[in-house]
């Protein structure tokens, strides 16, 4: 499942690192690859990415395997993470003169790369771009996940992602499909909240999950403490939400599994 959005500040990573924390609590295996140059999902599960660490660069250039550059995240021994370091930010205009190079993801995250890992469900968190690494993981992913804030601008370039999208199904991966919505930021004291919610949910329909993730400051300061918000304030709202929202996708995922 990739986490895409080429708006920064809308929630992505946030998003991803609490799905995937609040999945591995109930007992799934989740891989994070984090392929956002920033590191901000390695930071947020505390996952060593200083510059020489083995991390997604290495994988996308083809040094190394996934199971090789994963480590095990202090959120759960069920939570692997391939971090992002600086190399990473170089990467895009290396990958242009490869062979293949919208698939190099996708090659690393076969079948068989995945087998010692086993993972439930992997996400990757994408840079705020619609650049190679971004459709990188397009190719190499099933599903879209697209977190939107419930703010005034929300819906100002979704309609280029969406595109996107669109181009990567034509061209690269026709599996691919927008499986998730997810609201983010949702301050119930505006009406713009309330309006921008009805908007997203009039337009996608089922595709939003029923629960919206709340502006919350302890959602914002636990990636400063290297943590999830599950792990720094398990009682919040903003918890509350990231494992609500994560029993929407499970209970989604089952109902694909089985039909």
């Given at each position: 499942m990739v986490v895409a959005n080429q708006k920064g500040g809308v929630g992505k990573t946030t998003s991803t690192v609490n799905l995937a924390a609040a999945l591995a609590i109930?007992?799934?295996?989740?891989?994070?690859?984090d392929l956002d140059p920033q590191g901000n999902a390695s930071t947020a599960?505390?996952?060593e990415h200083r510059s020489g660490t083995p991390s997604v660069y290495e994988v996308l250039i083809g040094e190394m395997s996934v199971a090789e550059a994963a480590q095990v995240s202090t959120a759960s021994p069920?939570?692997?993470?391939?971090?992002?370091?600086?190399?990473?930010?170089?990467?895009?205009?290396?990958l242009v003169s490869m062979v293949a190079r919208e698939s190099r993801l996708k090659e690393a995250l076969s079948p068989e790369a995945l087998d010692s890992i086993r993972p439930d469900y992997v996400f990757i968190d994408c840079p705020p771009s619609l650049g190679l690494l971004t459709v990188n993981a397009m190719v190499a992913a099933q599903e879209?996940?697209?977190p939107i804030q419930c703010e005034y601008y929300a819906l100002e370039g979704l309609g280029q992602l969406l595109r996107n999208i669109e181009l990567?199904?034509?061209h690269l991966n026709p599996t691919l499909s927008v499986s998730t919505i997810l609201l983010t930021m949702y301050d119930g004291r505006t009406k713009l909240a309330d309006q921008v919610t009805s908007e997203v949910r009039g337009h996608f329909g089922d595709t939003v999950l029923r629960t919206v993730i709340p502006r919350s400051v302890?959602?914002?300061?636990?990636?400063?403490?290297g943590q999830t918000v599950l792990a720094y304030d398990p009682g919040s709202r903003g918890a509350m939400s990231y494992l609500d929202?994560?029993?929407e996708i499970a209970e989604f995922g089952s109902r694909m599994g089985t039909a």
């Open positions: 109930h007992g799934l295996k989740v891989l994070v690859i599960l505390s996952v069920n939570l692997y993470c391939v971090p992002a370091t600086i190399d990473l930010a170089g990467a895009e205009i290396e879209v996940l697209i990567v199904q034509a302890k959602v914002s300061e636990a990636p400063g403490y929202a994560a029993r």
